[in-house]
């Protein structure tokens, strides 16, 4: 993995607090199935941070999902072996999601589920592993994801460092994989369109195992696509088809505001209104509805990510925007209860 220059939009609060809304429908339950938390040269984020974010947004959140990033690469664990030293991670959440915890009038269950980070390619060698990460998370660890989104141009990035190509080919991948599988942990996929169908052999190896794909497969409109919105679809669609005929396999439908995703928005004088996002994002959410179906499908905020591109409280209203037709049930699912049954949420 090479470190590079953070590929995410420069938050900007003035911008930000230059348009503000009211929450749309603000008793609608919701769970925020990705976020990060971290601090570093870009910007501190932590649960003071997100409970700001969350608090003057009005929404009405009732628990998050921590998801590992490419940004707390930096406190992994210098000493012992390989297999072990993400585990740092797992215990940073922990820590985050228990001083939330203490927070007075603090109603909202931060990490209530954590998505650490493993290198899958250690194979079978991850079981013990796996065993520790469950320990020092409390039981909060819920799943894993690795650092995989590659591309072979080095224009498209999309986190602090970058992956290797084929990391999903490696000869131990799946059997690493599977150790997941076998103690009841997800697998969380952040790949590019390009990566798709590498991912399907992963799926179809391993039926019982839990997979979710996050910010909606990936779709690259930067370096070499820049410009080629048509030519992305072309390339996304098919292979977005294939991935919903495997029933193990959960879609979060959000990421949208990375400049990875086309984001433009951060250019504008003004902060998007939540109709402007829901018009953006709209073809790409339903198109990707319409294939997987509302029960394996949530909405996520991928914050501090996406606030780059706009608030929490617009952004939140943007998804209600467009699942403002759907049925009372469809919309608890999509903004729920999906993502409590993912990631094994109780409150």
Known sequence: MKKIKSPHLEVNEDWLNLKREQPLFPDLSIIDPHHHLWDVGFGKYYVEELLNDINTSGHNIKA??????????????????????????????????????????????????????????HGNKLKPVIEKGIEVSEGRLKGIRMLLASHKDPRIISGAVKSDLGLMLHPNFIEGAKCLQDAGLSLDFWIYHTQLLEMERIAKALPDLNIILNHIGGPIHIGEYEGKHAQTHREWRPAMMRLSRLPNINVKLGGLGMALNGAKFHLDDKPPSSIELSDTWKPWIYETLNMFGVDKCMFESNFPVDKGSCSYGSLWNAFKIIANEMSEDEKNKLFYENAAKTYKIKL
């Open 64 to 121: 998050t999902v921590y998801i590992m990033s490419s940004s707390n690469t930096k406190i992994y664990s210098k000493e012992g072996p390989e297999e072990y030293k993400t585990l740092r991670e797992i215990e940073f959440a922990t820590k985050e999601g228990k001083r939330s915890d203490l927070i007075p009038n603090n109603n909202v269950k931060v990490n209530a589920s954590i998505v650490g980070s493993l290198d899958l390619t």
